[in-house]
């Protein structure tokens, strides 16, 4: 039986995106509308990027870089992540199936603590992003109805983002809201998957590690009796069985977002540093205060995901350390088989890695960083040399 913290994780990210036996139409078909959408938004930015750069209107890329950025990040993320559906689904059961019940109370008192920092930054994480999303997106609205008709102030016509299309927006009030209402809609399911696949990641990973702590807690109190089972109702054996599951589930989390972190580490840089430099040309205060909300939101996503890496990592490594400690030399010679299997498994950390190569830890939250400085260094002298 799955307690009430899976059950939640379970019924959010599984029943409506992954579960595999419901039909496919009934499964897939909210993508007969999201794709063609998509395809016109990227048809149309792209369009109009190529537009600004050929007659080198600098500041005009600038506003126009991030949300573009943003658009391609999430559709190479959704390109990565909707093959692997059937093996997150996957995940998630077996991952349930280990989940029990019969924890102690010191067990419950570290479970509680690590589900609630879970809770907390995926509730600020997602919250902070939808409110950032739905500050930059409606702002050029308000700016054209303060000034058009508390003003009274002549003023084209702006929408979330600057885009190609074959009508004018500006003399028909029906087809700018329509064209508003698009680009809003689109952009938000873009940020529903830049943002959602990062939170996916992060709760398999912090209930993955959790399951490695209070596995660490179950191997501290195992000594070695005749039955070896400890007070929680635990043998050596099963203990083997439940840690090797582990080390799989691990794998196979890696095996399925190894290649959305290495497309989020290639562009999470560059993406903060436009909002960055956006922020430096904004019309105003509230733009200004957008970009760097969205710059926020960039770095914040990666740590939680560098910090939960880490600490899978940490999990999976500190159980053979308690191994050292255990009583292993008065045990049988079986029991001391099982604890040297336990060390040497533990020896491999579990973790996330960037297509299998760098290792995610807090280290490579500064290099992000360090290079998104760079890049914003390196856009300021451009701009700098264009002004010139």
Request: net charge positive; with cysteine; charged share 15%.
């Amino acid at each position: 039986m799955l307690n009430i913290q899976y059950a939640k994780v379970k019924i959010i990210f599984f029943n409506r995106f992954l579960e595999e036996d419901r039909p496919f139409i009934t499964k897939n078909w909210r993508f007969f509308y999201i794709v063609p959408a998509v395809l016109v938004h990227l048809i149309s930015l792209t369009t109009h990027m190529g537009v600004l750069i050929s007659k080198k209107q600098v500041i005009n890329v600038a506003h126009m870089l991030p949300p573009f950025l943003v658009s391609i990040h999430a559709t190479l993320k959704a390109l990565v992540l909707i093959p692997k559906t059937a093996e997150i689904s996957t995940i998630m059961k077996d991952l349930g199936a280990l989940w029990r019940t019969n924890y102690t109370d010191k067990q419950t008192k570290e479970k509680n603590r690590l589900l609630k920092r879970l809770n907390f930054c995926n509730k600020a994480n997602f919250w902070v992003a939808m409110v950032g999303t739905a500050q930059y997106l409606i702002s050029p609205m308000l700016e054209i109805l303060i000034r058009r008709f508390i003003l009274q102030q002549p003023c084209e016509l702006l929408l979330p983002v600057p885009a190609s299309h074959p009508f004018d927006l500006n003399h028909n009030w029906f087809v700018y809201t329509a064209v508003y209402f698009f680009q809003s809609y689109t952009m938000f399911l873009l940020v529903y998957v830049y943002n959602g696949s990062e939170l996916i990641l992060i709760t398999i990973c912090g209930l993955l590690a959790n399951e490695f702590v209070m596995l660490k807690d179950d191997l501290s109190r195992t000594t070695p009796t005749p039955n070896t089972i400890n007070e929680n109702g635990i043998g050596i054996e099963e203990f083997i069985k439940k840690h090797q599951k582990l080390i799989r589930l691990s794998r196979q989390l890696d095996n399925v977002f190894n290649r959305m972190i290495f497309v989020e580490l290639l562009f999470v840089g560059i993406t903060s540093c436009a909002f960055r430099f956006a922020g430096e040309f904004a019309r105003g205060l509230i733009y200004t205060l957008s970009n760097y909300v969205a710059v926020t939101i960039s770095l914040v996503t990666v740590f939680y995901v560098c910090y939960y890496g880490e600490l899978l990592t940490s999990a999976s490594v500190h159980l053979g350390n308690v191994a050292y400690k255990n009583l292993w030399y008065e045990g049988s010679k079986e029991y001391k088989q099982a604890i040297r299997l336990i060390i040497k498994r533990s020896q491999t950390p579990c973790g996330l890695t960037s297509l299998k190569y760098a290792a995610v830890s807090l280290n490579t939250f500064t290099k992000v960083v360090s290079t998104t400085w760079s890049y914003f260094s390196l856009m300021n002298s451009v701009y700098t040399v264009a002004e010139q």
